[in-house]
């Protein structure tokens, strides 16, 4: 598909377990961001990547949250020992240029810690 | 803190008729401003964006009216139609930033 792709849509996760997110921008986009769409919330900001480099990590919420892109493409995002809290949506978006303008967004990841 | 406000959560409109969904914003920094659509267990897809050095920008159905002084954008569907229901985001970026800052969101009904 011509589109950001992410998996698993959803996941399910025991707290303090690890889990990773993966993200596939549209071919070719420079741009990577990673956000979090708490329930009634907006997405919220948690890292960017122009090509292999994490340009702002400043919206990641803790340690426990990491993130990489390391051949430009393919991102994954990884939670160490889950909280409660970090049950949300995980939204990918990727822009072809080196600007966030017209970001185009995946269909998300649904991660829900019991 | 919320830098971009949609303080209407829903709208429900009649079919044919006019859709306005307003959104506020506080940094005056921001710089460009997108309005994303969003269907249930679908990422938002982009709609339409406006510079801050315009103050209209129309794509079809869809105009987006940008009020510096006022700090104040709205998102104008003419004529709506069942389909334009869904969740509408309004977001803005700072000149020379890369993420973009959300509102909450407002749920547009458009009832046949």
């Known amino acids: 598909g011509a589109g950001v792709s992410q998996s698993p849509r959803y996941k399910v996760a025991k707290r303090g377990q690890d889990v990773a997110l993966r993200c596939d921008p549209i071919s070719g986009h420079v741009s990577l961001f990673w956000y979090q769409q708490a329930l009634g919330q907006g997405p919220e900001f948690l890292t960017y990547f122009q090509n292999e480099a994490q340009l702002d990590k400043s919206g990641l919420p803790s340690d426990r949250f990491f993130a990489e892109r390391p051949e430009g493409s393919v991102s994954t995002l990884k939670i160490q020992r889950t909280q409660q809290e970090d049950s949300a949506v995980y939204l990918c978006?990727?822009?072809?240029?080196?600007?966030?303008?017209?970001?185009?967004f995946g269909p998300g990841t649904r991660l829900t810690v019991t | 803190d919320q830098q971009v406000k949609q303080n209407s959560p829903s709208l429900s409109v009649q079919e044919g008729r006019i859709s306005i969904l307003n959104c506020d914003y506080t940094?005056?920094?921001?710089?460009?401003f997108l309005w994303y659509k969003k269907y249930p267990a679908e990422g938002p897809t982009f709609l339409i964006s406006?510079?801050?050095?315009?103050d209209k920008n129309e794509d079809g159905r869809f105009t987006v009216f940008l009020n510096k002084s006022a700090k104040h954008l709205s998102l104008h569907i003419v004529p709506s139609q069942p389909g334009d229901s869904a969740v509408y985001f309004c977001a803005a970026t700072p000149r020379g930033a890369n993420n973009l800052f959300f509102g909450t969101g407002t749920r547009l009904t458009v009832i046949p």
């Open positions: 940094n005056s920094m921001f710089d460009y």
């Open positions: 978006a990727s822009s072809l240029g080196g600007d966030g303008n017209e970001q185009y």
């Open positions: 406006i510079s801050s050095i315009k």
